[in-house]
């Protein structure tokens, strides 16, 4: 099949892929109705073409909290991702490492913090969720910080989880339970190489590390509902910063109210994130929430966005309603389940490639000049 776009791999993803792990990384919650608009809401904001502005240089790299990057894009944290692609953590990581982009490891995955790390040369970025367990939580923090990652990406978006009802048909979560006749054993020819071969379920690398019991995916949304802390407040910021002392950015930010409130609580970034339509159906898409929070913050923290980006004209978007960088998902996820490592950096070039096109026609130079002038009815504030 013919790739040209992180659309081809959707699809191309969805012929090989097991169906229910598909549908885990291609769904959301409720009605999918936020997912619908994470899409439509940001391809549907138009580019302000200009012309005739020699565009023979282009740059896309940025800089972010010191490191270099390609093109204003970090591979996003998503959850068993190694059910995607052999030791898929490292494949992903390996791809970001190559194209010269971050990658950010779940705290869900399945490789763990020292089994990915030790395989890049760049350092990678780690998310944290909040579990009841502070316990967990400090030593994930600890071993993150020995591995050497430089970025905490801090989860705030899911102290409960949102239902998912594709995951329940699917038997990714509910009553089919899919899943746990693979990891029992049962297996697909797709994960022949760790349960069929080596008889090996596929576990929560970093999570069973620490329980020292193998923690695995039967009941993913149960085990959420179990683990996760909805007294999740501002205070877990403080302790989580007596433990880390790099760069922290607070994932899940849609209200600019809240954005404000980490400037307060001394985040260096934030992610204007609905975790891709996957938590609370009926919030704003990302791309509707960014202008008034990049209005109350843009300059005070570094704003990442994700929630919606399916090329490189979608970064040029949300550089142009505010963000700094972006933060990649599915598209990458369809992309690995496709073609492993290989997938995800031809992935990455198209989004590059993309990209420039759109520089090059709405006459931005740099991502620094990527302003709301590139977008039609949208202006710079004075
Ligand atoms: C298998 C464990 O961010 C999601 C993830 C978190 C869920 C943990 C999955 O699905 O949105």
């Known amino acids: 099949m013919i790739i040209s776009s992180a659309n081809d791999y959707r699809k ?42 020699d565009m023979s240089e282009l740059d896309t790299e940025i800089e972010l909290f010191g490191e270099k990057l390609s093109l204003p894009a970090i591979l996003a944290p998503v959850g068993a991702l190694g059910m ?52 967990f939580m400090k030593n994930a923090l600890e071993r993150a910080k020995a591995a050497g990652c430089t970025t905490l990406v801090f989860t705030v978006d899911m102290p409960t989880p949102g239902a998912r009802y594709r995951d329940m048909h699917s038997g990714m979560s509910g009553p089919l339970k899919e899943i746990r006749r693979v990891i029992q054993g049962a297996t697909h020819p797709f994960w022949a190489w760790d349960v069929g071969i080596k ?65 307060r609580f001394g985040a260096d970034g ?8 996957r938590q609370l159906d009926g919030v704003l898409s990302s791309a509707k929430a960014l202008p008034p929070i990049a209005d109350a913050v843009k300059g005070d923290i570094k704003i990442l966005a994700d929630s ?3 090329n ?25 389940g496709a073609n492993g490592q290989a997938g995800v950096e031809n992935m990455l070039d198209i989004f590059k490639k993309e990209m420039k096109v759109a520089m090059t026609l709405t006459s931005n130079k740099s991502v620094a000049d990527i302003t709301p002038e590139a977008l039609v009815g949208y202006t710079q504030k004075p």
Request: charged letters at 25%; a neutral charge.
């Open 312 to 336: 490189g004209l979608d970064i040029v978007r949300m550089i142009a309603l505010g963000a700094d960088a972006c933060m990649l998902g599915r598209s990458f996820v369809y992309a690995l």
């Open 12 to 53: 191309a993803a969805k012929r090989k892929v097991p169906p229910f792990m598909f549908h885990y990384a291609d769904g959301g919650s409720y009605n999918e109705l936020t997912l619908e608009k994470n899409v439509t809401d940001l391809s549907n904001i138009a580019l302000r073409q200009r012309v005739l502005k």
């Open 84 to 135: 995607y692609a052999r030791r898929g953590e490292v494949q992903a990581a390996k791809a970001a490492d190559n194209k010269g982009i971050p990658f950010t490891l779940s705290t869900v995955s399945i490789c763990a913090i020292e089994e990915v790390a030790p395989q890049i040369n760049r350092p990678m970025w780690f998310q944290l969720y909040v579990l009841k367990d502070r316990g």
């Open 199 to 263: 008889g090996k379920p596929h576990t929560l690398g970093n999570v069973s590390h620490y329980m020292g019991k193998q923690v695995g995916l039967d009941d993913y949304i149960g085990w959420l509902g179990e683990n996760f802390d909805p007294s999740i407040s501002w205070k877990d910021l403080e302790w989580i910063r007596e433990f880390w002392d790099g760069p922290m950015v607070i994932k899940g930010i849609l209200d600019p109210e809240d954005a404000k409130d980490a400037v």
């Open 308 to 310: 919606g980006v399916r």
């Open 270 to 277: 934030i992610v204007v994130s609905n975790h891709g339509g």
